[in-house]
């Protein structure tokens, strides 16, 4: 299982939940079809409202709930399919089969996988970027690590956009 690059790593402090809603637009605009974004953290840490918020920034008008009964939410934006997974009630990795993950996995599919440890070596596989939640302070802090060119593509044009870093401040 190949682990995450800590080189790249970006670290971004999340004060408010309308900085989170910056914070996914910013992730909004680079990603592409094809990416593997796994989000990792506590319980009611942040992981869905990442997602709800990002998928709203790429077009999404209707509600975005959390699969964590159902496992797998899709959502199929003008140009973009996205497959928002939760495999916290996994038992093991051999249970992605079952639920079909091949059909799901398409390479112009966005993949979002929540509680990605519970299947670690299938993610790692085809991962691009972790998000790592945690609480910090009254907000959250998010380190964001590559594991792909790709994620390091992504990480690499915001770190160029002016301001990104304390933009969530606030």
Not at 57 to 83: D, I
Not at 105 to 133: C, I, K, M, N
Not at 135 to 162: D, F, K, W
Request: proline letters at 5%; a negative charge; glycine letters at 8%.
């Amino acid at each position: 299982m190949s682990q995450p690059s800590r080189t790249s790593d970006l670290v971004c402090t999340i004060a408010s939940e309308e900085a989170m809603v910056h914070f996914a637009a910013h992730w909004a605009s680079v990603i592409k079809p094809g990416l593997w974004l796994g989000l990792s953290g506590d319980l009611g840490v942040g992981k869905t409202t990442f997602v709800r918020h990002m998928l709203y920034a790429l077009g999404w008008a209707s509600s975005v709930k959390s699969p964590t009964f159902t496992l797998v939410e899709p959502y199929a934006l003008p140009n973009l399919k996205v497959y928002h997974f939760d495999w916290y009630r996994l038992e093991s990795p051999e249970e992605l089969e079952y639920i079909g993950i091949r059909d799901y996995v398409q390479s112009d599919a966005l993949v979002l996988v929540e509680w990605l440890e519970r299947a670690a070596p299938y993610f790692y596989a085809h991962g691009d970027l972790l998000f790592t939640f945690s609480y910090h302070n009254e907000g959250r802090q998010v380190t964001v690590s590559a594991l792909s060119m790709e994620g390091e593509r992504c990480i690499s044009t915001l770190r160029g956009v002016p301001g990104f870093l304390h933009s969530f401040l606030s």
